[in-house]
């Protein structure tokens, strides 16, 4: 038996939440020996402590970055709990929850999608640019990134633009259903692209080192950067190809995921997880 829109709504906010403020496993496996607790705002603030006593990059980029995923995902939360009030208290006796879910045109839907694009957008950015720095700046590596994301992107906002047309009786599946695949697909292809990419350099810098040494960061970058991230999006592909509501618990912890994911590879380059970086690497990576 499939999940009713509003428990699905519902479930969402709860796991969104979770996410936002509360223990991940992912963060509790790899930052165990260092930090031993894992909230997006905790890890938000331990990474600003530290990189606000570094200079160059580090204060330029990734603070506004970091401090800009943060605002979107505590938007996206704020709007869920303003939808949730509306659905299940203010609105209960007028339209029902689940008319009020339904309407894909609202404007508060139609926000949230926004911050739910310009999220992974913003975080595959930085990813393919980490990705171009680790491969000696490579114009083989950024140009195809940079087009894929601008592609996905463009994509992504004429989704927003679609609800706006979407009509009474309208569902996701039946909107742009094939520029939601599309996203999905591309989203995943840079997640699995750039993480394997910077797997592979960190590999090969440290392959002389012996292979337990090489391979136990390479391993570390595919968990921070590729699996959680990854696993999310092919969740909500999955479950929109097969027209499941349990795509939006999916898109809910999407938000709070991505800013995990970027704090966890700051802090893990800060912390040296699985080992001290070689030399060789830029600045950026060893933190």
């Known amino acids: 038996m499939g999940v009713a829109l509003d428990e699905a ?5 709860f ?4 996410f936002y403020g ?28 530290i990189l606000l006593k570094k200079s160059g990059i580090q204060r330029r980029l990734i603070i506004p970055v970091a401090t800009l995923l943060l605002c979107i995902a505590t938007a996206h939360l704020i709007i869920d709990f303003v939808r949730a009030l509306e659905a299940f208290v ?19 839907e139609l926000a949230k999608t926004a911050l739910f694009i310009t999220q992974p957008a913003l975080a595959d950015g930085i990813l393919i640019w980490r990705c171009y720095v680790l491969n000696n700046k490579s114009l083989l590596v950024s140009i195809p ?58 590999y090969r810098t440290r392959r002389p080192d012996g292979l337990a040494v090489a391979f136990l960061p390479v391993f570390i970058v595919m968990i921070e950067s590729g699996a959680l991230y990854a696993t999310n999006v092919i969740a909500l592909l999955a479950t ?6 349990g795509k939006y618990p999916a898109m809910d912890i999407a938000t709070p995921i ?16 699985g080992g001290n970086p070689p030399t ?8």
Not at 15 to 18: A, I, M, R, S, Y
Not at 240 to 245: G, H, P, V
């Open 240 to 245: 929109f190809l097969t027209r499941s509501n």
């Open 15 to 18: 796991l969104e939440t979770l």
């Open 145 to 202: 990134g940079c087009i894929v994301l601008l592609t996905n992107t463009a994509i992504g906002y004429y989704i927003v633009w679609s609800l706006t047309q979407a009509g009474s009786g309208s569902t996701v599946y039946t909107t742009a259903p094939g520029y939601i695949t599309t996203f999905y697909v591309l989203t995943i292809l840079i997640s699995v692209t750039c993480t394997t990419l910077i797997a592979w350099r960190i």
């Open 90 to 108: 203010f609105d209960v006796h007028t339209i029902g929850a689940v008319a009020y879910y339904s309407n894909l045109a609202s404007p508060l």
């Open 22 to 49: 509360a223990l991940s496993i992912a963060e509790v496996v790899i930052l165990y020996v260092h930090l031993k607790t894992g909230v997006f705002l905790t890890l938000y603030w331990l990474m600003l402590f």
């Open 258 to 273: 991505v800013g995990i994911v970027f704090c966890l590879i700051m802090l893990q380059v800060h912390f040296h997880v």
């Open 9 to 13: 709504s519902l479930l969402g906010l």
């Open 280 to 287: 060789e690497l830029p600045d950026f990576v060893r933190a």
